[in-house]
């Protein structure tokens, strides 16, 4: 196999499910009408509700589905060996990742605009909203516990990383700074920021600078490290979740994307310059992943962005759905995005396939840092634009670092604002952003203290799925009400439903609940048990409450007709 | 006949041109420009509340200013009721996170 022959497979399964099956079911099925008001124009507020232009949409939404997740995923799944993980971001998009995204796009549109959480409520029942709630706090939780062991412990402890990601950052504020006060132009704020936060980066892996880090890391020792670094990942996770969104996120994620997306872009040129072939990287290795589990219902839930992801279904109908100016812009802008971050799956698979050169290279890649293989096979594809490896490897691991952290203090954000509206009442200090941000940080740093990162990453991977589950059933009950075909949503939603099921059952039962009784792990596997079995309770009753919901629009569609 | 030719692909690439660059828009500042747009709206938003809340039964005495204020905020009235009055839910932020997965 070869990396070429691969993108070429996955540019034929995009422009199959984009070209002729996602534009057959728009034009027979959803049917868009551009002279019907959509609610960005109906309901202009100019804080919820503003329209814009396709284009800069397929922007915003693609910069809003695609992190670390479509990179992480594959690299994970390559351990069953390229086959099934490339199949499953192919198939995958093809028949689900697209469907939900683009139809998150439409269903809130012709519903007003509301949110899911909304819809859940209307459509499928009261408690719906609910546990649509606990899973997104869960999955938030776990994406802190997964990125945050990956980042904190990995990437920070390496004597050429800390230096890049203070440059990252610091420039990020003066790009605020800059702006919002200063009043500079964007373009030359820009230019000054990305270039000093590469200088900040090419001098962090410089001898000079790594070695007082390396000198600090064995004063520390590795007892001290596995503490030191998570605490300072958690310390810029609360500067950015506490401080104003002009100061700290806005611009440090800006400086960020330029510093990925020059990466993206050199990687993927030196990747095409170079064409490499995947070695002795096998097709596929086994049924079973010692650690991970079974193919099926694992390697599901392993990869969900790249091919499908119930977060997409949030950020689609509370984002993108009040923005969208005509009805035919819900497809490039859904079902686009979407499609892109299938190709961008592909890219990470390659690098853990065809950059390492083979099977022992990625074995021995991923057994010094999950996600650094990515940085090891992005720095092989950029070598082959003359870029050092000696720069690519720290380079590499910054952009991962910064794409993590972006993410992280978001996150935190988010659960400090979720924390309050939920028990502020109850709890009157959890009001109080210091109190509300510390408390999402200690249960963060729990989580990634004592848990299980393959377990983790599944979980995570699970609770994002029974988001994708909702979202689906949703859609269908609402195409079931709206006298719309529904095959193409009712399916992969039942599969979606039972496969994550199943891998929350194999994960509680044979993973975590194993290691807990043979005394490895203990906190963290039962912590992992316990999350799996709050997760399966809420996805029971939802799919009790879902086919009730099912059964009634049947029962009103059967009696309308 | 030539020059009609190279003046399409020049349209093409001009076209092409753009639409990368809104795309670019989209993945860099249009959430800076969204974000202060949003600030607008809900300091517009707590203007009208604090003019014109009894509205929405707020009781608030209509004093000669406001009522000279009245045909300006007219056209925005029904909006402005329905994003105020508009139910919420966590669900409302999680556009709020970018990125995330």
Request: hydrophobic content about 65%; overall charge positive.
């Given at each position: 196999m070869n990396a070429i022959l691969t993108l070429i497979i996955a540019a034929v399964g995009l422009g199959l499910g984009y070209f002729v099956y996602a534009k057959n079911i728009n034009k027979n099925i959803v049917q868009p009408d551009d002279s019907k008001a959509t609610p960005a124009k109906m309901y202009m507020d100019g804080v919820d509700f503003t329209p814009a232009g396709k284009n800069v949409l397929f922007g915003y939404q693609f910069k809003s589905i695609a992190a670390l997740g479509p990179i992480g995923g594959p690299i994970v799944a390559a351990q069953w060996g390229w086959l099934p993980g490339l199949l499953w971001l192919i198939l995958g998009t093809f028949f689900i990742g697209w469907v939900q995204d683009y139809a998150s796009i439409i269903v809130p549109m012709r519903s007003e605009g509301d949110t899911f959480g909304a819809l859940s409520y209307k459509l499928i029942s009261p408690r719906a909203r609910g546990i649509l709630l606990v899973f997104i706090y869960l999955y938030l939780l776990l994406i802190m516990g997964a990125f945050g062991q990956v980042i904190g412990v990995l990437f920070m402890s390496k004597p050429a990383v800390p230096f890049g990601i203070l440059s990252v950052i610091l420039m990020g504020l003066l790009a605020g700074q800059m702006t919002y006060k200063w009043k500079q132009d964007i373009i030359l704020t820009t230019v000054i920021t990305v270039v000093v936060a590469f200088f900040g980066i090419w001098l962090g892996q410089t001898a000079f600078i790594s070695n007082i880090f390396a000198g600090l890391n064995n004063a520390l020792g590795e007892g001290g490290i596995k503490y030191f670094w998570p605490i300072v990942t958690m310390i810029i996770c609360y500067l950015g979740a506490v401080l104003p969104i002009w100061r700290w996120a806005q611009p440090t994620n800006y400086v960020s994307f330029w510093v990925i997306a020059l990466g993206m872009v050199g990687g993927v040129i030196g990747m095409l310059v170079w064409h490499p072939s995947f070695g002795d990287f096998p097709a596929f290795t086994g049924w079973t992943v010692a650690g991970l589990g079974p193919l099926w219902p694992i390697l599901f839930v392993t990869i969900a962005c790249g091919a499908i992801s119930g977060w997409h279904s949030l950020v689609s109908s509370s984002g993108t759905a009040r923005q969208i100016e005509k009805e035919s812009d819900a497809l490039p802008v859904g079902g686009g995005a979407m499609f892109m971050e299938m190709a961008l799956g592909v890219i990470s698979l390659l690098t853990a396939t065809a950059a390492t050169g083979g099977w022992e290279a990625f074995k021995e890649a991923f057994a010094g840092g999950k996600f650094g293989v990515f940085a090891v096979g992005l720095a092989a594809f950029l070598s082959h634009i003359g870029i050092p490896t000696s720069f690519g490897v720290p380079y590499g691991m910054v952009f991962l670092t910064i794409m993590g952290l972006t993410i992280m203090y978001l996150v935190v954000r988010f659960m400090r604002v979720a924390s309050a509206e939920l028990l502020g009442d109850a709890i009157p200090a959890l009001k109080n952003i210091h109190i509300g941000a510390i408390v999402a940080l200690i249960l963060s740093l729990i989580v990634i203290w004592t848990g299980v990162w393959q377990t983790i990453w599944v979980l995570f991977g699970g609770a994002n799925q029974m988001m994708?589950?909702?979202?689906?059933?949703?859609?269908?009950?609402?195409?079931?009400?709206?006298?719309?075909?529904?095959?193409?949503?009712?399916?992969?939603?039942?599969?979606?439903?039972?496969?994550?099921?199943?891998?929350?059952?194999?994960?509680?039962?044979f993973t975590a609940l194993p290691a807990a009784l043979a005394g490895t792990n203990i906190a963290g596997n039962i912590i992992a048990f316990v999350v799996a079995l709050i997760l399966i309770v809420c996805a029971l009753i939802l799919g009790y409450d879902g086919l009730q919901a099912l059964k009634r629009k049947g029962e009103v569609a059967a009696a309308a007709k | 006949m030539q020059t009609s030719a190279r003046e399409r692909i020049g349209e093409k690439i001009h076209h092409a041109a753009h639409v990368a660059g809104q795309i670019l828009y989209g993945m860099t500042i249009f959430d800076w420009q969204r974000g202060l747009r949003q600030q607008r709206g809900e300091i517009e938003r707590l203007f009208v509340l604090i003019t014109f809340g009894d509205i929405i039964g707020l009781p608030i005495l209509p004093p000669y200013y406001t009522l000279r204020l009245l045909p300006y905020v007219v056209p925005t009235l029904n909006r402005w009721k329905r994003s105020l009055l508009r139910e919420r839910d966590l669900t409302d932020l999680a556009e709020l996170i970018e990125g995330v997965d």
């Open positions: 994708a589950s909702l979202a689906l059933l949703i859609i269908t009950v609402w195409l079931m009400r709206n006298g719309k075909q529904y095959a193409w949503t009712l399916w992969p939603c039942i599969f979606m439903f039972i496969t994550t099921i199943a891998a929350l059952l194999y994960t509680a039962f | -």
